[in-house]
């Protein structure tokens, strides 16, 4: 209904039409509707972000307990990051269509999420060699 207003019923009866020919064109027929559309894959690239986004700050919990190296935190928590990116960021796309732009995107988004914890350590912590420089060092090599 939406997007026969978006779009008009003539674009509408064609697009129809055309994915009717598609499937019917298959020896397997089609199980989801053809086609990808554009909020559908932001939608995904959005889930994709979010799961690198769980795993990457996962992997940043110190040890403790039980758990005694970080790689177990990213495996306790891999069903909400798995379910993210597998399920609702990477499913559609492959179900949908076979291009392979989106899922690249999203895997980049994924890794991009995933790194941005520990890049963001290092901007709020600075460099390495700058520890121990603060303000009260700066005063006491002034007296």
């Known amino acids: ?9 003539s674009v509408a009866l064609q ?4 994915a009717l020919v598609d499937c019917l064109g298959r020896e397997e027929g089609c199980k989801v ?21 769980v795993a ?5 919990i110190e040890p403790q307990g039980l758990v005694q190296r ?11 990051w798995g379910s993210l990116f597998i399920n609702f960021g990477l499913g559609p796309i492959v179900s949908r269509t076979d291009d392979l732009a989106p899922i690249a995107g999203n895997v ?3 890794l991009a999420a995933a ?6 350590q290092r901007l709020w912590d600075g460099e390495p ?13 002034g007296l």
């Open 15 to 18: 697009s129809a039409m055309s």
């Open 115 to 120: 790194a941005a914890p520990w890049f963001l």
């Open 1 to 9: 209904m939406f997007y026969v207003r978006e779009q008009g019923d």
């Open 129 to 141: 060699g700058d520890r121990g420089r603060g303000s009260v060092q700066g005063t006491r090599d």
């Open 70 to 80: 970080r790689w177990v935190w990213l495996l306790l928590f891999s069903p909400l």
């Open 108 to 110: 980049l988004g994924f």
């Open 33 to 53: 509707v053809p086609g990808l559309p554009q909020e559908q894959y932001v939608a995904t690239l959005a889930c994709s972000i979010a799961g690198g986004l």
């Open 56 to 60: 990457g700050f996962v992997s940043k």
